[in-house]
């Protein structure tokens, strides 16, 4: 799998008992399948608030990101908090959602930092499609 913001290969990653694919060694991002985000727990957490970046990787802000998973599906830009404008990628179609680098660590404390069940169900719902967002 290709990275959707700088192209370059996604490695897998343990994290708290399972396996991520993330940008190690590219622009430090993240790839959540629809099902990873929320069995995030705080054991997971610890290490994904930093992947290895290369600083000399160029990721373009404004070019359309492509799903790793889905070939040819352009993600969706979809703002997590007003507060903290923090955007994350959704891919329509398997719902995964893409965290550029240092996203993770800002959405988590967009969130107040509650217990992690509680936060990945937030940032689930926030990816979820409008009808089917829950009120809080």
């Not at 070019?63 to 830009?77: A, F, I």
Request: glycine share 8%.
């Amino acid at each position: 799998m290709n990275c959707p913001a700088c192209k370059g290969p996604l490695r897998q990653k343990s994290a708290g008992g399972m396996t991520l694919d993330v940008c190690y060694g590219g622009c430090g991002g993240i790839w959540f399948d629809q099902s990873e985000l929320e069995r995030t727990d705080p054991r997971a957490s610890i290490s994904l608030h930093t992947v290895w970046r290369d600083p000399n990787t160029k990721v373009s802000l404004t070019e359309p990101r492509l799903c790793p998973r889905c070939p040819n599906r352009v993600l969706e830009r979809k703002i997590f908090s007003d507060l903290g404008r923090v955007e994350v990628d959704q891919c329509p179609s398997c719902g995964g959602l893409w965290l550029d680098e240092g996203e993770f660590t800002r959405v988590y404390k967009a969130s107040g930092n509650p217990a992690m069940p509680l936060w990945a169900a937030s940032i689930a719902n926030v990816a979820a499609p409008p009808d089917a967002r829950r009120t809080r």
